[in-house]
Structures are given as structure tokens and as C-alpha cells.
């Protein structure tokens, strides 16, 4: 998607260590009007699949998963990394290893708002090695739920995490695949 | 807001030890229309503000802190409850207790998304005791920007929160104010 790329180019910053600073406009800071505009990019390529349930992980896939959701009128759910006292009952739980904060925690739906009949499409503003999509994958399994496919913002391509879900058959749509960055020169190269 | 009264009424459950729970369309799975109607409302009560700005933190206001940031056509800044890799620099930091989890945890923002200049409404999902609107307001203070006012989808006015802010010369806006709720039969009483 042109327009995010050059957002990309324009407001990210790259770090060293792989990190591209992108909380202008996706994960601190959020610009909504352009979220806006890539929730109906999600809706444009998943709109004929009968979308009826957006699923995300706090916090930072929350906003965009809203957008997408706004687009298809249908409800989002947000997975939760803790269990608290809003969450009773039963739940579907898996474990995912978080590459940004270098722990382990639990990923959790409640069992009421996910299950057979419901086609999923699960957002995320990044797709990285890919440990939260597979939690909530798995989960989607679990609960007995059609998986759609899966709607990044913007992709990692160097760490292989979309690859791999490709490999498995499994739809995945990154609005931008950022391929290599450069942090010494600021430089992004972009899968085609 | 006779509209979320009803929503509360019919969907909302009651539990023993003051548990309003509004996970099926509020905290959880998030009725996405249903909210957009909600910061339509906001913007309405806030319009003539000169709001350039939405704050709220993670996880449960994000979605409803976007749906109103859509009115306003500004952005939204969501603080974060602990530092990442993707969060450098300097940083508003204030401690808030934790109602819900029980514990005490910092509320961060980018000195770089606010500051002089910004006229800032806060909006967050609930309102109860205010520790995490105090929080925000803190930052805001700190930052140096105008405070327009805070908005709370839902505000448990027995728990005093609101009407502490209110004294304090905050203009505190509330959707919905639970006065009293009793989980036996199930009643939920609103303030006018």
C-alpha cells in the first residue's frame, strides 16, 4: 500500500537492533484518520469472505482492529495478556513469547465471545516472527472458529513470521513487507 | 445516554463485590458501531473545545478513545503501562493503583506526543475511584497542554471518582452514572 509506505519513509525512525520506531502514527501516538484508511484497505481484500469477527492482542493492534471492524460492522474482540477480574469463566488460554518485551505470557479469550460459526479475520499493527499471530491462530482453532486470514500493518519480511503462515496455507496480508532497514543510513527496502 | 443505559441494562451482568461486567460490547468484544455512536456522542459534548487532541491508556479506552478521535479528526495517544524497546527517550511517568488488578503500575507517555499547545481530551472506558484519570491528568499537567475535560463510557458514581474531579473544577463527562447496583436481583440504578 503506497500510502503507508511513504508514511513509513516519512515519520519512522530505525534504531539499532532491528527497530522500527513507528509510534507517530501506529502504536503511541495514533493518526485515526489514516487508520481509517487502512481498516478499508483490510476490507477491500477480505470482503468477500463473510467476515463476521475482528480478533487482536492488547494493546497496540487495538485502534486498527477497530477501524478494520468499523468497516466490516462487525464486532471485534481483543485478546487479553492477563486475567483480571473482568474476566471470568471459561476462557481459551495459549502461551506467546513476546520478542518486544522478552518474556512469556498467556494469551486469553473469553470462550463466550469466540466459536463455531464465527469467520475470523485477526489484525495486528506488526507481524514480526509472528508468536502473537500463532497464539491467536491457535486460538482460533481452538474455539472451532473458520480462520479468514490474517491483516498486518506492516510486516517484517526479514524475520519470516508471514512466511511462514503462507507456507502453511494460511492468508496473510501485510499492508507493507519492509524487507531490510538500514539504521546507519535510515534507508527501507520494501518487498514489492 | 438512554442508548447506553439500555445496552447496560440489557447486556451488562452483575457481579457480587461491585463487578459491572460490559465485556460483551465494552472491555472485551467490542461492539464497534455500537461505540461509534458513542464518540459521536463525546464529540458532540466537547465540540466546541478545540480539541486537537484524544489521550487515554491501555487497553480497555483504546477503542473508544479512537472512535471519538475519529469525530475530532485528531489523533490519539495512548499511554502505556510499562517502557519498551519502542518506547526511547523522554517520558511522562506518574504511578497509578490499580483498581481492577490490584497492583501499582506506571503511566507513560512520549514527551514527544504531548505537550504546550495541545488541548487534550481524555477518554477512558470506565470511571470508578479515578486512579488512572488522575494519573492521565497528572501528565497532562506536566506536559504543559490545556486539559479540555475527561469522558468515561460508564462512571460507578457510588465509588466517587467523578465527583472528586467535578469539586476540582474538571468538567468529568459520563455517558452512563451507576448510582447503585445490587448482583442478587440484578438491578442497576442510574443517575439522571
Redesign the interface.
Known amino acids: 500500500m503506497e500510502l503507508l509506505k511513504k508514511k513509513i519513509l516519512e515519520d519512522g525512525e530505525i534504531?539499532e537492533?532491528n527497530?522500527l520506531?513507528v509510534?507517530?502514527?501506529l502504536?503511541?501516538?495514533?493518526?485515526?484518520?489514516f487508520?481509517?484508511e487502512l481498516g478499508k484497505e483490510f476490507y477491500n481484500r477480505f470482503k468477500n469472505e463473510n467476515v463476521n469477527k475482528i480478533l487482536t492482542i492488547?494493546?497496540s493492534g487495538?485502534?486498527i482492529a477497530?477501524?478494520t471492524?468499523?468497516e466490516f460492522?462487525?464486532?471485534?474482540?481483543?485478546a487479553?495478556k492477563?486475567i483480571?477480574?473482568?474476566?471470568?469463566g471459561d476462557i481459551y488460554l495459549t502461551p506467546v513469547e513476546s520478542f518486544?518485551?522478552g518474556t512469556t505470557y498467556g494469551v486469553i479469550?473469553?470462550k463466550?465471545?469466540l466459536g463455531r460459526g464465527d469467520r475470523v479475520l485477526i489484525i495486528d499493527d506488526f507481524l514480526a516472527v509472528g508468536n502473537a499471530l500463532n497464539g491467536l491462530i491457535e486460538i482460533v482453532k481452538e474455539s472451532g472458529a473458520d480462520l479468514v486470514g490474517c491483516g498486518a500493518v506492516i510486516e517484517k519480511g526479514y524475520q519470516g513470521g508471514g512466511d511462514r503462515l503462507r507456507k502453511h496455507g494460511i492468508r496473510v496480508e501485510s499492508l507493507a513487507v519492509v524487507e531490510s532497514m538500514d539504521h546507519e543510513n535510515g534507508t527501507i527496502e520494501f518487498r514489492d
Open positions: 534504531h537492533g527497530i520506531k509510534d507517530g502514527f502504536n503511541h501516538q495514533i493518526d485515526v484518520p487508520l481509517k492488547e494493546s487495538i485502534a477497530a477501524m471492524a468499523q460492522e462487525c464486532p471485534l474482540v481483543f487479553k492477563s483480571t477480574k473482568n474476566i471470568a518486544t518485551h479469550v473469553s463466550q465471545f
